[in-house]
């Protein structure tokens, strides 16, 4: 069966960097359409980072310059990388695949303190 399993997530000081691992499985990941979503307390789920099955990317203004979205198709694995991390990226973290249907993973949490 379809599972995005996440990790990387946790507690991390303002200016401060963390990555994100999104490992897939029970689905082709290579070409496929994925994202990283992120969801405040109080506040609507948003995309963070996209990239296409051509490998083109796209990032929120509020992010863009700080993450970088990539993925790794023989080890079916797509990372974020977070740098500069400020107390408003502070979410819940998930990551979108596209295989006809859209997959979410479990979602983790990050933490930036000031």
């Known amino acids: 069966q379809v599972q995005l399993v996440e990790s990387g997530g946790g507690l991390v000081q303002a200016g401060g960097s963390l990555r994100l691992s999104c490992v897939a499985s029970?689905?082709?990941?290579?070409?496929?359409?994925m994202g990283w979503y992120r969801q405040a307390p109080g506040k609507q789920r948003e995309l963070v980072a996209a990239?296409?099955?051509?490998?083109?990317?796209d990032y929120a203004d509020s992010v863009k310059g700080r993450f970088t979205i990539s993925r790794d198709n023989n080890k079916k694995t797509m990372y974020l990388q977070m740098n500069s991390l400020k107390p408003e990226d502070t979410a819940v973290y998930y990551c979108?695949?596209?295989?006809?249907?859209?997959?979410w993973g479990q979602g983790t949490q990050v933490t930036v303190s000031s």
């Open positions: 979108k695949l596209r295989f006809g249907a859209d997959y």
């Open positions: 029970g689905i082709i990941f290579s070409n496929r359409a």
């Open positions: 990239i296409t099955s051509g490998d083109s990317t």
